[in-house]
T-cell receptor
Framework: KAGVTQTPRYLIKTRGQQVTLSCSPISGHRSVSWYQQTPGQGLQFLFEYFSETQRNKGNFPGRFSGRQFSNSRSEMNVSTLELGDSALYLC???FGTGENSPLHFGNGTRLTVT | AQTVTQSQPEMSVQEAETVTLSCTYDTSENNYYLFWYKQPPSRQMILVIRQEAYKQQNATENRFSVNFQKAAKSFSLKISDSQLGDTAMYFCAFGEYGNKLVFGAGTILRVKS
């Protein structure tokens, strides 16, 4: 079974631009979550989608948004990029949600904002 | 708000020996779940072990086991017979609702030959 696939693996953008990251979950998984990982703040939850609906949202500004398609694939978008948005963005999928549906992570997208 | 604290930024252990990574958390909830994830240099987060708060029995997965002390809000990970492939960053994580996990800062574990 293929794992969680995130594209692209690396991305370089300049301040003010916007970016879209993609995540394909494991086949059959309906929940997709996004996390931001930085050296200073560690791993922080961005949002979770389940069956195309946002179930939960972390404490990030509105510049961060996401969506989930009917095939469970998900995208996250960051508009008006700031230097502080440079991070590893991790996507995780699970069959359901909660303790009985452990998260399976992708390899992440490394975003660098210059 | 829930917080997770990993007080050991770095640890090292000799191959074949046992090492324990510490984790404490803070919550006012009674039902929740806890995880240990490892992140090797490849960046992919891998689930090591999980524990439901309502279960008193400590979880075990092969060489990995936890010591879950609910009253003390402590959730340590013991790795037995350490292997070179165990070298990674280890994260303790707390979950209460859905897949919104709160992670600790991580502990870098180096296994030496």
């Amino acid at each position: 079974k293929a794992g969680v696939t995130q594209t692209p693996r690396y991305l370089i953008k300049t301040r003010g631009q916007q970016v879209t990251l993609s995540c394909s979950p494991i086949s059959g998984h309906r929940s997709v979550s996004w996390y931001q990982q930085t050296p200073g703040q560690g791993l922080q939850f961005l949002f979770e989608y389940f069956s195309e609906t946002q179930r939960n949202k972390g404490n990030f500004p509105g510049r961060f948004s996401g969506r989930q398609f009917s095939n469970s694939r998900s995208e996250m978008n960051v508009s008006t990029l700031e230097l502080g948005d440079s991070a590893l963005y991790l996507c995780a999928s699970s069959f359901g949600t909660g303790e009985n549906s452990p998260l399976h992570f992708g390899n992440g997208t490394r975003l660098t904002v210059t | 708000a829930q917080t997770v604290t990993q007080s050991q930024p770095e640890m090292s252990v000799q191959e074949a020996e046992t090492v324990t990574l510490s984790c404490t958390y803070d919550t006012s909830e009674n039902n929740y779940y806890l995880f240990w994830y490892k992140q090797p240099p490849s960046r992919q987060m891998i689930l090591v072990i999980r524990q439901e708060a309502y279960k008193q029995q400590n979880a075990t997965e092969n060489r990995f086991s936890v010591n879950f002390q609910k009253a003390a809000k402590s959730f340590s990970l013991k790795i037995s017979d350490s292997q070179l492939g165990d070298t990674a960053m280890y994260f303790c994580a707390f979950g209460e609702y859905g897949n919104k996990l709160v992670f600790g800062a991580g502990t870098i574990l180096r296994v030496k030959s």
